[in-house]
């Protein structure tokens, strides 16, 4: 229990950090309030009250759609899903002292392939073409991410630099094949893709008029088993020896070259899902573009430490910040790109730890941990 | 200049670093500092050096009450360190290296070589610290580099010198080296505080010696009135005996064969060359060498850690040349390496995790893909018993345990299965007298149950204690094998440089 709190003392803090920094941010982005700032002298209750009103009216409006109706609660958990996948991706290659920053091009083959077989095996029936779809989408990232593992383990190519640029090589082949007639939706010209048959759609959990889909329980499932791979079996056993100390485990008998191979083929196979649940219970088909969670991913490994847990947790925030976001935008005309900035400032706090340390005034023994992550990123 | 500390106390969660310490040197005088891994030596130096605060007691710098809160008000206030590892710019010149951070500058700034020269040489000739200011510092040996570690703090006006296990990395030659510069030193009215615990060493350089055990003063005195099986004893709080009993080898059929091995280095070069000999069961060769010579090359290559380039490597007669880990894991073979925090121990796995390393796949740890934590569990707690490893628990992450509990926890592991073939690399470097001890009886005993016992160590007191026979590496070749009875520390010293005439009369054994 200890331990549990000290492990998220520093990532409230930072939440609680970035969301004052934010505060001041969102005042420097309203005219109105920003010009009683500059006449605060006159009126400084003025300034305070109209600054007050528009952040407590902001990040209210932020709770209310993140957590304050069924709806918003379905839609944090409808965004915080893909996230979760793609977080796993990322701490699980971590643990193995692999940085996957792949996640993108991972997403878009299992995205592609799950939709292939969504809109190709129309006769199957759903529970042989639903878990057939989700399986392609697996199967696929994981072979898209094999490829930076297996480059690794034979010619020691770095997989920062093979995993960027498999992503631009993935971009560009989904959308080679969007063009394609397997894929192109009759009469489309545009590069987008056939629809899903129903029989490959993952359940909706609360009836038509919520978004939830039964994705989440697959999510939670994952991430149950990626903790058991790695704190309870062999081979997460030897992913962690590698990732600590590859000498070591080099020394000890454990081959570092196929742990890479396997560690990124598992990897990619968990963003691969992560594409395949958002086709398969938001998209229901493919069009070009990243899908944006790849790189998210790096930013939710790092926040829940590389642990299951803590990649829920900090999938479920930034599906809140993200679902909020909408809701406070129609409600007080602030820019949704805020939230972005208050997410991007949740990173800088937690990748910085000295800073939560000299503003928070603790010791720093409590937040020993997240830095050694930041510090092999370097390596 | 006087140095004092005074009611010294210094707490870690859960664990008393140092408790009431007082202690004290006069200018012109050496102690020693003698204590086993983890009595609180480093604490205490760290303390003074203003790397730890203390959470009680003052510190006194000729009589007056100082605050040490960083190493620059350390040095600003004369005391000067030179760690156990060397905190050096491996690509300067010794000039540079002495002088940065503190570098004389001429007119508009510039740095003034030809001014930081001459005081460099000006202090190496005070000191007899022969060393040429305009050398590379990573070309030089590891024994002239401590030169320039003490030449440093010389040049920041240093009147306190503390040298914190200075021989560890050092050859005999060197250490007598040493040993004149300490009294040289001394001899000019400066302090020196002298950490080990060799000793030898303590005996030979102290004028006073104080003794620490688990963070406490448990003795102060002078070689004069001591000895080293007293000190011993008062280091480790109980009798012990320096000599290892051993009784004559009793070889049996030969278990490791190497034929005209050669490996490389990290560099291309061959640093293993046209080496060949065998150990039978039942018999410790010990691989004498000063350290570089090729050794740390010798067992990677036969540990399966380091591609062979030529020759061959038998294991009870099968060919294991080029052999996984895993493989020579399942031969029986045993390995303690020489790098214990790079290829020892996981240092952010806890003890338990760390004494399964090798054997995390296989029975009875390894149930289909599932890891029984009963089994580890069980294996850590007998294992932590067996060995006697000092920890809480064995959930403590090995990098937090010190350098010889460490030690225990690689050999409790390697020792506790693979019975054909010991490879034990510098086993006790670092460890105080009551681990190494301990690990030399279990060497020993080892042999005696019929296993071949490859130890490389640059310990020449090890190698005569415990060889059977001994190999003599230099430059990368074995230039004699000796048998015990017929090896002298004189001779194999000798042959350890490369005086090959003085040695060779010794039965060799190397194939035509």
Known sequence: MKTLLRALLVPALALVAALVVGAIVIVFTDPETLRAWASSARNPARALSLSWALVSGAYSALFEGSFGSVRAVSETIVTATPLILAGLSVALAFRAGLFNIGGEGQILAGAIAATYVGFTFRDLPALVHLPAALLAGFAAGAGWGFIPGFLKARTGAHEVITTIMLNFIALSFVNFLLKTQTFLRPNRADPISKIVSESAELPQLLGTQYRLHAGIVLALLVAWGVWWLLFRSTVGFQFRSVGANPDAAAYAGIRVGATYMVAMFLAGGLAGLAGGVQILGIRKYMTPGFFGYGFDAIALALLGRSHPAGVVGAAVLFGALRAGALRMQADTSIPIDIIVVIQALIIVFIAAPALVRAVFRIRAERVAEPEAFTKSWAA | ?512
């Open chain 2, 1 to 512: 200049m006087k140095v004092e500390l005074r009611g010294i106390t210094k707490r870690f969660p859960g664990v008393v670093a140092n408790k009431d310490v007082h202690l004290h040197v006069e200018p012109g005088e050496v102690l020693a500092l003698l204590g086993e891994n983890g009595a609180g030596k480093s604490t205490l130096m760290n303390i003074l050096f203003g790397l730890v605060t203390p959470d009680e007691g003052t510190i006194l710098l000729d009589d007056e009450p100082v605050t040490l809160d960083s190493p620059a008000d350390a040095i600003a206030a004369g005391i000067g360190m030179v760690h156990q590892h060397f905190m050096l710019v491996p690509v300067f010149t010794v000039a540079e290296n002495i002088v940065l951070g503190v570098e004389p500058t001429g007119r508009a700034g510039w740095l003034d070589r030809a001014a930081a020269r001459a005081r460099i040489r000006e202090l190496s000739e005070q000191y007899g610290l022969r060393v040429d200011p305009d050398a590379v510092v990573e070309d030089l040996p590891v024994g002239i580099q401590q030169r320039v570690e003490i030449l440093k703090a010389l040049y920041r006006r240093a009147d306190c010198l503390i040298l914190d296990e200075p021989t560890a990395v050092l050859t005999p030659n060197e250490i007598d080296d040493l040993m004149q510069i300490i009294e040289s030193f001394k001899s000019a009215g400066h302090s020196v505080i002298f950490i080990s615990h060799k000793l030898k060493e303590v005996m030979a350089i102290a004028d006073r010696i104080v003794v620490l055990r688990r963070g406490e003063v448990v003795g102060t005195t002078t070689p004069q009135e001591t000895d080293e099986a007293r000190l011993a004893s008062l280091m480790v709080g109980r009798d012990v005996s320096l000599e290892i009993q051993k009784t004559a080898a009793a070889p049996g059929a030969p278990v490791l064969e190497v034929r005209d091995l050669r490996a490389l280095d990290d560099r291309g070069h061959p640093a293993v060359d046209d080496v060949s000999f065998e150990i039978r069961a039942g018999e410790i060769l010990a691989v004498a060498g000063v350290q570089g010579n090729g050794q740390t090359e010798l067992v990677e290559a036969i540990a399966g850690m380091r591609p062979v380039a030529r020759g061959t490597i038998r294991l009870d007669g099968r060919d294991v040349t080029g052999a996984q880990p895993r493989r020579l894991f399942e031969a029986g073979v045993a390995h303690v390496p020489e790098d214990r925090q790079r290829h020892g121990i996981i240092g952010t796995f806890p003890i338990r995790d760390n004494l399964v390393l090798n054997q995390s796949h296989r029975t009875p740890f390894a149930r289909g893909l599932r890891i029984d934590r009963a089994a580890v569990a069980e294996n850590a707690g007998r294992l932590i018993d067996e060995f006697d490893i000092r920890t809480p628990s064995a959930d403590v992450p090995a990098r937090n345990l010190s350098g010889g509990n460490q030690q225990k926890v690689i050999v409790a592991r390697e020792f506790s299965r693979g019975d054909r073939l010991l490879i034990a690399a510098q086993p006790t470097r670092g460890l105080d007298v009551g681990s190494i001890q301990y690990i030399h009886r279990r060497v020993v005993e080892k042999r005696d149950e019929g296993a071949a016992v490859l130890l490389v160590s640059s310990e020449l007191d090890e190698i005569m204690s415990l060889a059977d026979r001994i190999a003599v590496m230099f430059q990368g070749r074995i230039i004699a094998i000796l048998d015990r009875d017929d090896a002298t520390r004189a001779k194999v010293g000798l042959l350890m440089a490369g005086h090959r005439d003085e040695g060779t009369s010794g039965k060799g054994e190397e194939p035509a």
